[in-house]
Structure formats: C-alpha cells, structure tokens
C-alpha cells in the first residue's frame, strides 16, 4: 500500500495495465475506497469464459482490492458494469444480485464497443464507503 502523505492510499494488483497505463487497482481517499475498471482477469490469465462468471471473477478481483482495506461487499455504495452485448445483462444482473442483493449500491450498467482485450466481456468498477 502507498500513499501521498495526505491520507491517500493507492494498492495494485500487479495487473501489466496499472503499469503500462499508470493507475492504481484501488484508491482510499478519506471515507471513500474506489475500485479502478477490473477484469475477469488474474495473473495475466483470463479466469471466465461466459458473461455471468466473468461478471463473479470481475466482482471477485474488485471484492479483493476492498479486502486490502479491511472492507467487503457490505461496504459497496456504487458499482459500474461494462459490457460488450446487450444480450449478456440478465447474466451480469444474476451475478450482481447474487453478490450484491442485501446491499443495494447505486448501480450503473453500459453496453459498450469493447475493451483492450478482445475476450473480456465485462468490466466493473466498485466504489466502498468506509465510515462510522
């Protein structure tokens, strides 16, 4: 974990793009812990092949980048999934309630035109509150 001096903290995944693109898996500012785009993506292999288990393996990678800040699932206030094709959203929209139905964060989802890697069918962001 690194920070500014000014109560920032920023932790990676060792993912090739936080280097390459210059960001940080995950950015703690005051009450707030926000999850940078994740991948079903782990070790530089991808994890899923269909759009329900690489929304679980993607949510999963976020969930992990929490865990560096004592935060899990319950803390989540906001999550983002970016998907390549209309037809997957009932599939992502199973796995987001499977992870997320007890805690209802504002949710957005987008089809998008696709991602640096062609495989990827997903991507999600998270953002965790972690105050009193």
Same mark, same amino acid.
Request: hydrophobic residues 25%; glycine residues 30%; proline residues 0%.
């Given at each position: 974990?690194? %920070?500014? =001096?000014? =109560?920032?903290?920023?932790v990676g995944s060792g993912n090739p793009w936080e280097e390459s693109i210059g960001f940080a898996r995950a950015v703690a500012a005051g009450d707030r812990v926000l999850v940078s %785009? *994740? *991948?079903p993506f782990s070790d530089g292999v991808l994890q899923a092949e269909g759009p329900y288990e690489q929304a679980r393996a993607a949510f999963g990678n976020a969930l992990a980048a929490l865990e560096r800040f004592d935060l899990d699932a319950d803390a989540v206030v906001r999550t983002r999934m970016y998907l390549t094709h209309s037809r997957d959203i009932d599939e992502v929209s199973r796995a987001h309630k499977e992870l997320f139905d007890a805690v209802r964060p504002a949710a957005t989802m987008l089809v998008v035109s696709g991602f640096v890697d062609p495989r990827i069918l997903v991507e999600v962001e998270v953002e965790a509150f972690r105050g009193a």
């Open positions: 974990m690194s %920070g500014a =001096g000014d =109560g920032v903290q920023r %785009g *994740t *991948t």
